[in-house]
């Protein structure tokens, strides 16, 4: 090759990897998720795979213009990529079709941003403009909750219950997302020698550590201290000292602030609040000066001595706070012996996280998290190698549950991608973790490697996992977009010549394809939802014919999707109603559609049989009854539709001189007693028979003496 062709590809070559407009298209997409109700809800995290996916598609384009073909260049890259092949597969064999693809493209657009991280990542200036791309969105997110604390400005759910929710709407996910972008604000702090940098970022820390106090998180309360100890543990020798004094100098601002904060709500007047809002910034400002002042002095501390210091700190608040814990449930009681230790920590800290500890054994028992663990596990035995696909967890815990609770997610990452994936899916998860491990370890070692700032990304993505165990903060997009991006950034130095050898330009081209089909998918999903929520209501004929239309398109653009048939199912009926009897094929045949797309949801079981019922098909109604029973045998109000169906069912026969039909779903009504009694004895929780169910099985045995 001539040198002036080596001259050209190199100036072609550093001109790609540039990509100015490309990279700032990949910062938007880091940047606005969180506001949308974090993207967890179809309507505003579809648009988003659009945006992702068509990103994706133009940037493998620009690979295959400028002649690189390298997607897979260490173990990391592919065991991520197996994660999503496994979502992959899974949406041919999931309970729940719809969901199970809901997830592949989540899990589609994860993967992408992180292959875009790792290149946009992979110099020192990019890192950090990505970093402080996701600081700024961070401190957006957090001012929101603030604000609608305050009483400025409102967005739904923002604050509800004396709780900071902010725009994921609820109080664990935005603490955890506090918490993991904490560490990264630290790190910026601890790596800039610009002292209005330095402000700024110590400044974000403190807003984050305030909003996370503020959440009432007691799993997160929890857990930044031993995050926090690690990190201090993992942080290189230099920086100990000074990573200390900003942590602890921060967490006091914040903590006494918010308590500070706290209490003002409750006579809530907002230039009051605003005012202690200001006055705490201030005081960053000043402490930031001193700590910056004394930084010379930190380095001259032997480090060993921060071991010291740091043990101490942990032995005695480990004795408070067990001295503390051992009398929470006598807080607040008459007549209550309280240690003087007890009485000091009540002066200082709010009664409202006394009571948030006091909860803590709900957790415990019949009454949290452990029951659903548990549940989960009956899933996972009957399911053991892949899974159930996406959304396997909402779709049949109650059929699994072992008192009636609703809830449509596990509360533990990974036992849900267990539930999803299989085991196999999950051995790829742990490996892929065990990978990122393994490469932070070794960048650590690496002496041209800016060590700061990787342990603070790495505190970041420990953090996300950890609290995941407790929560469902990944089920939101935004976060778990975050925290794939966190890792590309991590692992994007990482390079493995065996692996890189094996990538074709037929990867990046099929890779090219699946893109644009992705695009073309999304979109159509999207459009569905448009079409769908466009219907306002159903009061006369031509709005009738408008909703008909409306949900027919949308079925036709996203078939899977369960609420759109049910919809069509409902307008269906209703012309059906209206003496329209063209209606009642096309009702019965979306009826049967949405029992197969949703025959374990109880809801839905419940509409078919009401179609069956009111159509005269009193027999099929009562088989999807059953069935309601069968998929949610925890829920004493089905066994009173049921008696109520067997009832009517017996009563029209008796009517009608089918005595044999009759005396049949007599007998079976009076059995739901049975039937009922021996469910009951299996819930953790107290199951007894409504009144109505009571009448009704009375009803039965009137109508058999007339037998």
Same mark, same amino acid.
């Given at each position: 090759?001539? %040198? ?28 606005? #998720? #969180?506001?949308?109700? $974090? ?14 996916? %068509?990103?994706? !598609? ?95 400005? =409102? ?121 202690? &809002? ?23 501390? =032997? ?42 920590? +009540? ?41 159930? $696909? ?73 953090? &996300? ?19 794939? %991006? ?36 999304? !979109? ?14 159903? %009061?006369?004929?031509? /709005? ?21 048939? /049910? ?24 009826? =049967? ?19 069956? +019922? ?21 829920? !004493? ?19 009608? $001189? ?11 009504? +009076? =059995? ?13 929780? #107290? ?21």
């Amino acid at each position: 090759m001539s %040198t002036k062709v080596k001259e050209k590809r190199k100036l072609n070559m550093e001109s790609y990897q540039k990509s100015g407009l490309l990279f700032t298209l990949f910062c938007i997409i880091l940047f606005y #998720p #969180p506001f949308f109700r $974090g993207s967890f809800f179809d309507y505003e995290l579809l648009p988003t795979h659009v945006f992702s996916f %068509t990103l994706f !598609a133009i940037w493998l384009g620009r690979k295959i213009k400028y002649g690189d073909y390298k997607i897979f260049k260490s173990h990391a890259d592919v065991l991520a990529g197996l994660i999503v092949f496994m979502y992959f597969v899974s949406c041919f064999y999931g309970v729940n079709k719809r969901l199970a693809i809901g997830e592949f493209l989540k899990y589609s657009n994860y993967f992408f941003l992180y292959l875009m991280a790792k290149e946009f990542g992979k110099d020192l200036k990019g890192k950090e403009i990505i970093l402080n791309t996701l600081l700024g969105s961070a401190f957006v997110v957090a001012m929101v909750g603030i604000g609608a604390a305050v009483g400025t400005w =409102n967005y739904n759910g923002a604050y509800v219950w004396e709780r900071i929710n902010s725009t994921l709407q609820y109080p664990n996910a935005l603490a955890a997302y506090m918490g993991a972008l904490l560490f990264i604000s630290v790190g910026m702090s601890l790596k800039t020698r610009e002292h209005i940098s330095k402000i700024i970022y110590n400044i974000l820390s403190v807003i984050f550590i305030f909003t996370l106090i503020l959440t009432y998180s007691r799993g997160m309360w929890a857990l930044m201290p031993p995050l926090v100890l690690i990190y201090i543990f993992l942080i290189q020798r230099d920086e100990k000292i000074s990573a200390i004094a900003n942590i602890i100098a921060n967490t006091c601002v914040g903590a006494i602030f918010s308590v500070i904060f706290k209490k003002g709500l409750a006579n809530p007047v907002q230039g009051e609040l605003w005012g202690i &809002f200001i006055g705490m910034l201030i005081i960053t400002v000043g402490v930031t000066f001193l700590l910056d002042q004394c930084n010379k002095f930190f380095k001259k501390i =032997n480090y060993k001595i921060i071991y010291i210091i740091l043990a101490v700190i942990v032995i005695v608040g480990g004795i408070l706070s067990a001295a503390v814990y051992q009398e929470l449930p006598n807080v607040g009681k008459d007549n209550a012996q309280i240690s003087t230790i007890t009485k000091g920590v +009540l002066k200082v800290v709010p009664q409202s996280i006394i009571w948030r500890f006091q909860d803590i054994d709900k957790l415990q028992g019949g009454n949290g998290r452990t029951v659903f663990y548990q549940d989960a596990f009956k899933i996972i035995k009957d399911y053991p190698l892949v899974g159930v $696909g996406g959304g396997g967890w909402s779709t049949l815990y109650r059929q699994y549950q072992s008192y009636d609770y609703p809830t449509t997610q596990a509360h533990n990452y990974f036992i849900q991608a267990c539930i999803e994936i299989g085991s196999i899916g999950l051995i790829f998860i742990v490996l892929y973790l065990l990978c990122i491990m393994k490469v932070f370890y070794y960048l650590n070692k690496r002496e041209d490697e800016d060590k700061v700032i990787n342990t603070s990304i790495f505190l970041g993505i420990i953090a &996300f996992f950890i609290h995941s165990v407790l929560d469902f903060d990944l089920t939101y997009a935004s976060l778990s977009m975050i925290l794939w %991006t966190l890792i590309g950034i991590l692992v994007s130095k990482n390079e493995e010549e065996k692996l890189i050898k094996l990538n074709k330009k037929g990867l990046v081209y099929f890779g090219l394809c699946c893109s644009i089909l992705l695009v073309i998918v999304s !979109a159509s999903f999207y459009y569905a939802n448009r079409s769908a929520v466009q219907v306002r209501s159903v %009061t006369n004929a031509q /709005e009738l014919k408008k909703a008909i239309q409306r949900y027919e398109t949308a079925s036709k653009l996203d078939p899977f999707k369960v609420e759109y048939k /049910e919809k069509l199912g409902k307008v269906y009926f209703i012309a059906l109603q209206n003496l329209n009897k063209d209606y009642y094929e096309k009702a019965q045949k979306t009826y =049967n559609q949405l029992i197969n797309l949703a025959e374990y949801d109880p809801r839905i079981l419940q509409q078919v049989a009401q179609f069956y +019922l009111m159509t005269d098909k009193i027999e099929e109604g009562i088989n999807f009854i059953d069935k309601t029973v069968q998929v949610q045998p925890m829920r !004493a109000e089905n066994y009173q539709m049921k008696a109520r169906a067997y009832y009517k069912a017996s009563d029209n026969f008796m009517k009608n $001189g089918q005595k044999e039909k009759a005396q049949e779903y007599i007998d079976r009504l +009076l =059995n739901i007693k049975k039937e009922f009694e021996k469910v009951a004895k299996r819930s953790l929780k #107290p199951m007894e028979m409504t009144d109505e169910m009571k009448k009704h099985i009375q009803d039965g045995k009137k109508l058999r003496e007339k037998l």
